[in-house]
């Protein structure tokens, strides 16, 4: 007999179906609520490790579900093998993904699975902002580093590859651009056909251009990212196509394995503190499922905090964390961070329930915030998307409210890469970022920091002796610290 490798169960009425029951929408028909995939593992306590049933007591060993947790490895084996399969020659190992399956058994052929390469992303080190913000380090895992240069990369190998393997013909999705050029290009390379819904005129030109490259079939709807949403989920109901948005929860299943990354890349120690963007509200949650596993099978002895930052114009989640009722309500949502542009986020009581259980706060950042904050990255010669930014500006409120200390180790969680946004980049260099009344709101203090990171282009005659002089005026600058 084949036993099942996973179920879904609903997050809000905890109802479980099997795992290819579910409907095209991906909400529970009782409750309206998101799925979440459950494991053998699921229900271990957190902290108390997995003890293996003899074989007495499980009988014959796979016949039930829960039985499955008897064949897992322990943990030194797991990190044993997860390092070594990073120097293996075949796709499914190098992926970061995938050298992680045996904690996403989704599928029913990992040598079938669609990948470029994702996951492995660099964890690097914000030496200046650290000393700036009087911290002993931080450090920053950068998903822009993924094939089509954000995060959903690593979310979008998984669902796709279940996609492929129902035999769907269709995939699609709503986004505010990079779950776009993500999906565009994995359909692309398992052959199947894409339809992306973006919000006309919203979304920065490098992602539009990408969905396009992959040859996704590009639809630009007169509605924000929400309105998008909305369209989408009636289609579904009408047409055999397989939804990719993060209502699917096999895309949290491949979000989850940056937390495998990161303890893994600090020597299975584990930060105090991870620092996450929130726009629809999926990857913080997927990251907490990630770091809880881990916690459940003894492979870390604690979890780190989970914090999530929104813009100020669309900060749904803010406002509930900041309400004395905790209730939700949908924003309508303005920020030049486009990719996080979300008013009502799908996945917000999975996040909410992450910052519940881990620990951690929600914070909101204003525009210039976010600007100042992409601005210092970019300086450290890292970089990112607008939205990834909110992660540094959100630290410096946390550092200033005492929630995060000096000794305290933090990692920010940049989710795009610089060059999805340039337009956004040059605008701010340039100083046409912000309108007229937007700056002269700014503090002189505020005003000096934009001024000593902008570096606007200088446009000079092809004249050796011009450009000697222009530089001799820049060398007897001092080198900014
Ligand atoms: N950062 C970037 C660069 C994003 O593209 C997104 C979401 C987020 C952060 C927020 O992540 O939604 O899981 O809270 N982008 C989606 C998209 C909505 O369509 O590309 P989240």
Same mark, same amino acid.
């Given at each position: ?10 997050? &809000? ?22 799925? &979440? ?23 014959? $060993? !796979? ?9 897992? @490895? ?19 190992? $190098? ?14 052929? /990992? ?8 996951? *492995? ?40 590859? %279940? ?12 986004? !505010? ?19 992306? /819904? ?30 998008? %949403? ?27 394995? @940056? ?23 999926? *990857? ?8 809880? &596993? ?30 004395? *009722? ?80 000096? &000794? ?32 002269? $709101?700014?503090?002189?203090?505020? $005003? ?10 200088? %446009? ?22």
């Amino acid at each position: 007999m084949k036993v099942a490798t996973h179920h879904l169960r609903c997050t &809000e009425c905890a109802a479980v179906i099997p795992k290819d029951e579910a409907s095209s929408n991906f909400r529970c028909p009782q409750c309206n609520g998101l799925y &979440e995939v459950v494991y053998p593992w699921s229900d271990v306590t957190p902290g108390v490790k997995a003890e293996p049933k003899s074989e007495a007591q499980s009988g014959a $060993q !796979t016949s039930t579900f829960s039985d499955l947790v008897n064949l897992l @490895p322990n943990p030194s084996a797991l990190r044993w093998l997860w390092e070594e399969r990073r120097t293996s020659t075949m796709a499914v190992d $190098q992926s970061g993904v995938w050298r992680f399956r045996d904690l996403l058994p989704i599928v029913d052929d /990992f040598e079938k699975v669609v990948t470029l390469r994702e996951g *492995n992303t660099p964890l690097y080190e914000l030496p200046r902002a650290a000393r700036a913000l009087g911290l002993n380090w931080l450090l920053a895992k950068h998903q822009g580093m993924n094939p089509t240069g954000s995060f959903k990369d690593t979310g979008m190998t998984a669902a796709l590859s %279940v996609a492929a393997q129902r035999g769907f013909e269709w995939v699609a999705c709503a986004s !505010t651009g990079n779950t776009s050029a993500a999906m565009a290009a994995y359909a692309a390379r398992a052959g199947l056909r894409s339809i992306v /819904f973006i919000p006309e005129g919203k979304i920065a030109w490098g992602k539009l251009s990408q969905s396009m490259d992959y040859g996704a079939l590009t639809i630009q709807l007169k509605t924000d990212f929400d309105g998008c %949403v909305k369209i989408l989920a009636d289609l579904v109901q009408r047409f055999p196509i397989y939804l990719l948005n993060s209502v699917n929860p096999y895309r949290l299943e491949g979000q989850k394995t @940056p937390a495998f990354e990161i303890v893994e890349q600090l020597d299975w120690q584990v930060p105090e503190h991870i620092i996450v963007p929130g726009g629809n509200l999926a *990857n913080s949650a997927a990251l907490g499922k990630g770091f809880t &596993e881990m916690y459940q099978l003894g492979l870390i002895p604690r979890r780190p905090k989970v914090s999530i930052i929104q813009a100020e114009g669309a900060n749904p989640l803010y406002r509930w964390f900041t309400d004395a *009722n905790r209730v939700m309500k949908p924003v309508v949502a303005e920020t030049r961070a486009t990719a996080i542009r979300i008013g009502n986020p799908a996945s917000w009581r999975k996040a909410a329930t992450v910052i519940d259980e881990l620990g951690g706060w929600c914070e909101q950042v204003s525009e210039q915030e976010i600007a100042l904050a992409k601005a210092e990255i970019g300086s450290e010669g890292i970089g990112c998307e607008p939205a990834s930014a909110v992660t540094l500006a959100g630290l410096k409120k946390l550092v200033a409210l005492g929630k995060v200390t000096a &000794e305290e180790r933090a990692v920010l969680i940049l989710t795009g890469h610089t060059l999805k946004d340039s337009q956004y980049t040059i605008d701010y260099h340039r100083n046409e970022l912000f309108t007229a009344a937007e700056k002269a $709101q700014l503090t002189p203090a505020d $005003q000096a920091s934009h001024a000593a990171l902008r570096r606007p282009p200088i %446009v000079l005659e092809a004249d050796s002796s011009e450009v000697l002089r222009v530089l001799e005026s820049y060398m007897s600058q001092p080198q900014p610290v």
